[in-house]
């Protein structure tokens, strides 16, 4: 978007916030960039430059806005609603694989050369892996900065950097102030409430709005694994698998952001678990261009217009969802929440919650590859399709990871025993992330296109559907709302 000028210069004038992440505005005249939505006065048309990233603003040389703090808009819904080389290669570096890998580690996992994938992002983005990555750890060093009581050597280690003084410089660079200065800024009645419980963050996470909470936490809430997931005191709890240890997030809905308290067992942990909440709770989301989009049908309009800015609720671990969807094939949500708590018991690792009832992580694949089929409380068919895919996933022979090429895994999951489309999609829709992944099959999406007066075969369903595309995943979400399922209401 930021190589159209016109309509850039009047999102500035505009102060529209839904373009917050869409693109950046550096001010020749300040040496400053901005969010869209900057409340200081616009600067002439003449002076602004339109950057698609914060990091090819810092690499040209300007410094965050103190005013509207750029590099804490929500991430660009770009890079959600592709899969190609740029789109996976930044989902990867937001998962915090440069820092732990390196440049050539974020190539093998593309299947690219350094080169190759080093020119595509410069080309799109204006700046490189290692300059997006470097911003990214400005923006996670900033954050513990201003919500924590860490001392600046923890601060640095935690957001990714190697060297104090590359900390220090860094920050000096892209904010125009010392580390100790940022933390002097910011006043401490604004700061989140102080978390009790020792190595607890307290964080927000912003948002385009509007975001229709309902489904999106009543999903998560109503299929919790009892001792990976909860509901517990208005917020979403659960248990996450990280690349350094493990930790404990506990998210709640609030009308402008999301709080999130994170406990980590290593620091290293922070800027990944963020960005698989995020992307957990479908944050970068553009709803205005969905809910535009589906409008245009006049029987989904109403459903729209009653209950705008509903998010497709998704994972934090795409080879546990894959799991679960087998779990839950021709089961009800009970019977597949009671399977998957007997794999936590008998395979997953212990975790100690002093906060709540959570006491495991989900079962790697690499563990589930080793238990015995005997033991599954399944018919033989779905044991089959069961162990072939953890085993699959456990080799490394299916990724299904921010890296994964929405066809290739599609391909891959078809091809195995007991996968047919409605798993296929729904692994696609909720774990792959592709915002177009349909279910015309599915008993209740038939139900409420009968309902609504759609068509209710799943081949005229999915002709009718294309006017509703690249939002399929979206309108899913609207046709389960008609229905009184737990999986549509915030629970209480």
Request: charged content about 25%; hydrophobic content about 40%.
């Amino acid at each position: 978007m930021h190589t159209d000028r016109e309509r850039c210069v009047r999102a500035v004038r505009s102060k529209d916030a839904r373009f917050d992440g869409w693109f950046f505005t550096a001010v020749l005249t300040t040496g400053i960039y901005c969010r869209p939505s900057c409340p200081a006065v616009p600067p002439k048309p003449e002076n602004m430059v339109f950057q698609p990233s914060a990091a090819a603003c810092q690499q040209a040389g300007f410094r965050a806005c103190k005013r509207c703090r750029p590099d804490t808009s929500p991430g660009s819904p770009e890079w959600n609603q592709r899969a190609d080389l740029v789109a996976r290669a930044m989902r990867l570096i937001a998962d915090g694989v440069v820092d732990r890998e390196g440049v050539p580690g974020l190539a093998a996992r593309l299947g690219y050369s350094t080169r190759q994938v080093e020119r595509q992002l410069a080309a799109e983005l204006g700046a490189g892996p290692l300059a997006l990555a470097r911003a990214q750890r400005a923006q996670t060093a900033r954050l513990l900065i201003e919500t924590t009581e860490l001392p600046m050597a923890d601060v640095a280690f935690a957001a990714g950097f190697a060297s104090v003084r590359t900390f220090n410089d860094t920050v000096r660079e892209v904010f125009a102030l010392a580390p100790g200065e940022l933390r002097a800024r910011v006043p401490r009645k604004d700061t989140p409430a102080g978390p009790t419980t020792p190595g607890t963050l307290a964080l927000r996470l912003p948002f385009r709005a509007p975001l229709n909470p309902d489904n999106l936490f009543g999903h998560l809430a109503a299929t919790a694994v009892p001792g990976v997931e909860e509901w517990r005191d208005g917020a979403f709890r659960r248990t996450l698998r990280l690349p350094y240890g493990h930790g404990v997030v506990a998210l709640t809905p609030n009308p402008d952001h999301i709080g999130c308290r994170l406990t980590l067992s290593d620091l290293r942990d922070l800027t990944v678990a963020i960005s698989r909440c995020r992307r957990m709770l479908d944050l970068d989301a553009d709803p205005v261009a969905v809910d535009d989009q589906l409008r245009t049908d006049p029987l989904l309009a109403p459903l729209v217009d009653k209950a705008p800015g509903r998010r497709v609720p998704r994972t934090v671990d795409e080879a546990e969802f894959a799991v679960r969807a087998v779990l839950g094939q021709q089961v009800s949500t009970a019977a597949a929440r009671t399977h998957a708590a007997r794999l936590v018991t008998a395979h997953g690792d212990p975790v100690d919650d002093p906060e709540g009832g959570l006491t495991h992580l989900f079962p790697a694949p690499e563990a589930l590859a080793e238990l015995d089929p005997e033991s599954l409380a399944m018919p033989r068919i779905r044991r089959t399709t069961f162990t072939t895919l953890v085993r699959e996933l456990a080799a490394g022979t299916l990724r299904l990871g921010a890296e994964s090429d929405w066809p290739e895994a599609r391909a891959r999951l078809l091809a195995l025993p007991g996968f047919g489309p409605w798993t296929t999609d729904v692994i696609a829709m909720r774990a792959l992330g592709d915002p177009d992944a349909f279910l015309p099959t599915d008993l209740g999406i038939r139900r409420a296109a009968q309902e609504l007066g759609l068509p209710s075969t799943p081949a005229a369903l999915t002709a009718r559907a294309a006017a509703w595309r690249p939002w399929r995943a979206y309108a899913v979400q609207y046709l389960w709302a008609t229905d009184s399922h737990p999986i549509n209401f915030l629970p209480v």
